[in-house]
């Protein structure tokens, strides 16, 4: 099956500071990947949708300026949290579809902690 | 708009007990999607079943089964003979079709006691 990749597994950053999460689809290639956040005991919330080439389409209420996304190839998107808080912390998971059947492939997440 | 409501927030049951997860959805499109997820406790999304909006036939995959009834927007998810390792949170979601964007319920933790 198909299968993403997303690095790193968790993060400690100090305040301030940007920290960079990829998500690649190894075995295939992603034209469109999503990103969602999770606080603990919460459920998923869309972000953002990535296509590749072009800019990312925002949800409501999720600023783009702080969280900045690439989909530079058809296999690769980066998340960008630039000057991190505390209430950034949280869980990050990107997913990617192959483009048939509705079906997503999700990475394993990134559990970023911002101190 | 769409919505997933899973109204059970957390479940515990002991080893071998059956348990159903409920999931009630709401959408006005006609074709859609319907999924249960996995999530254990190391973080990453199992998938678990699709089930399209023209596809209400129940399915049954070993110890787990799902039950699609449109009449009233659920999709539920039955494990029989619940283990331990069953223990985790589960995700019903719905999307669109064409659109890949999955709307999430709110998850239901369920705890399988040895």
């Known amino acids: 099956g198909a299968v993403v990749s997303q690095h790193p597994s968790w993060v400690i950053c100090k305040s301030g500071t940007s920290v960079k999460i990829e998500c690649r689809s190894l075995?295939?290639?992603?034209?469109?990947m999503f990103w969602y956040r999770q606080f603990p005991k919460q459920s998923l919330m869309l972000m953002a949708t990535s296509n590749e080439g072009s800019k990312a389409t925002y949800e409501q209420g999720v600023e783009k300026d702080k969280f900045l996304i690439n989909h530079a190839s058809l296999t690769l998107s980066t998340l960008t949290v630039t000057s991190a808080h505390p209430e950034d912390s949280s869980f990050y998971i990107c997913s990617a579809s192959t483009g048939t059947n509705e079906k997503l492939f999700f990475g394993s997440g990134t559990q970023l902690s911002v101190l | 708009a769409q919505k997933v409501t899973q109204a059970q927030t957390e479940i515990s049951v002991v080893e071998k007990e059956d348990v159903t997860l409920d999931c009630v959805y709401e959408?006005?499109?006609?074709?859609?999607?319907l999924f249960w997820y996995k999530q254990p406790p190391s973080g990453e999304l199992v998938f678990l079943i699709r089930?399209?909006?023209?596809?209400?036939q129940n399915e049954i995959s070993g110890r787990y089964s799902w039950n699609f009834q449109k009449s009233t927007s659920s999709f539920n998810f039955t494990i029989t003979a619940s283990q331990v390792v069953d223990s985790a949170v589960y995700f019903c979601a719905l999307s669109v079709s064409g659109t890949y964007k999955y709307i999430f319920g709110t998850g239901t933790r369920l705890k399988v006691l040895a």
């Open positions: 075995d295939f290639q992603a034209t469109t």
């Open positions: 959408t006005r499109d006609t074709t859609y999607y």
């Open positions: 089930r399209n909006s023209f596809d209400e």
